[in-house]
Structures are given as C-alpha cells and as structure tokens.
C-alpha cells in the first residue's frame, strides 16, 4: 500500500526560485491538506482541498499556491521561495469514504525537506 | 476557532517508568481529538482517537487518553514507557460537524532514557 506519496524527498532553492510539490494518494480521499513543520510550532495548516477542483487558505497561505486538478493528486507551489519557508512540508489525506462519514483521521506522507538559501 | 495546547515542549522519563503528555483544547462546537506520534524522519501516525462513546480510549502498544469534556482536556498516558517510544507526540482536534480542518499542538517531544 502506497498510502501517501510526496515527492521530491528534500530539495535545495537560491532565493526566489520557485518549485512545485506533488502529493499522491490511492485512499480515494476527498480531502487533502499541506502543512508546515517547524521547530516548536507543531505543524501548520498551508493550504487544504475537500474535493476535486477545490482549494481553500489555511493558517499560513501567504507565499503558497496550490491546485487539485485530479483527486489523488495535491500540488504546492512556491513561485518566489524566501528563506522563511524552509521547513518540512506534510502532505496528508482524509475524509469520508463513500457512503461513510467524516471521521477527521488524517493520514501522512514522509514529508518533503526543503531548504531556501 | 479552535485551538491545541500541549503544556510540556520536551518530557524526559526513565524506562518503566509512567509518562503523562498534556493536552488542552479550546472550541466552541464538539469535536473529535486525536494523538499523533512521530518517529524521527517519518511522517505523522495516528496513535489513537476520541470520536464519542467511552472517555477513555488505548492505543495497541500500551498509551491511553481520557477525554475530560469538563476540563477540555485529552491527556495521553503509558503505564511502562519503553525505548522505543521515545518521539514526538501530537494533540489535534476536529470538528466533529462538518469539520475539514485539523489543527495540531505545538508538540511533546517523549525522551525515554535507559
């Protein structure tokens, strides 16, 4: 079982180049969601989709923008990377089932290292 | 809105030893709690969920959280703490209608020595 698949695994910027995440699920999710991780922050809410075609601003969105063009995939783009958005990216997934309710379990890929100089 | 507050940044315990990790929630609607554990370089794994039912709800290896509705509070505890659970242990909350976001504490990290 794949799960939750980011891809890349780490990546090195210069200061306002830009790059794009991919998250892939096969859990047949509707929702998905990106958070950041840093130190003594837990993780924060970037940017979250609850179905195909849909996208909304999370806790921190400034900086960020993504897409859900197809249901399995979820991507982050940073157009412009700043060194403030280096951390740790999660991508997670989540929501009902078909014919099943909502029950807000959430389940992670292994995160996506990124480092802006 | 909501929020997760988890009370200890860091928790150092001798093997065997009993551990409590602290959490507390604010919101104005029900919701749905959760722990989270992460292993050093790997993503986040649910240890265990309250969604309704009995207050006190246990992971497979060992941890158990009570739901305190009065207290807003979800607890995490373990009995016997081995070396193996030494990690990062996250507090999160849902809501439990209509609820699409999920928001996390600040994180405990469990420190288990021998």
């Known amino acids: 079982n794949a799960g939750v698949t980011q891809t890349p695994k780490f990546r090195v910027l210069k200061t306002g180049q830009s790059m794009t995440l991919l998250c892939a699920q096969d859990m047949n999710h509707e929702y998905m969601y990106w958070y950041r991780q840093d130190p003594g922050m837990g993780l924060r809410l970037i940017h979250y989709?609850?179905?195909?075609?849909?996208?909304a601003k999370g806790e921190v969105p400034d900086g960020y923008n993504v897409s859900r063009l197809k249901k399995q995939n979820f991507l982050l783009g940073l157009e412009s990377a700043a060194p403030s958005q280096t951390s740790v990216y999660f991508c997670?997934?989540?929501?009902?089932?078909?014919?099943?309710?909502?029950?807000?379990?959430?389940?992670f890929g292994e995160g996506s290292r990124l480092t802006v100089l | 809105a909501q929020s997760v507050t988890q009370l200890d940044s860091q928790v150092p315990v001798f093997e065997e030893a009993p551990v409590e990790l602290r959490c507390n929630y604010s919101s104005s609607v029900s919701v749905y709690l959760f722990w989270y554990v992460q292993y050093p370089n790997q993503g986040l794994q649910l240890l265990l969920k309250?969604?309704?039912?009995?207050?006190l709800v246990e992971s497979i290896n060992g941890f158990e959280a009570e739901f305190n509705k009065s207290q807003t509070s979800f607890h995490l505890r373990k009995p016997s703490v081995h070396i193996s659970d030494t990690a990062e242990y996250f507090c999160a909350v849902t809501q439990n209608t209509g609820g699409f976001k999920t928001i996390f504490g600040a994180g405990t990290r469990l420190f288990v020595k021998a």
């Open positions: 309250y969604l309704s039912g009995s207050t």
């Open positions: 989709s609850v179905g195909e075609g849909t996208t």
């Open positions: 997670a997934s989540g929501g009902p089932l078909a014919g099943g309710t909502n029950t807000g379990e959430l389940f």
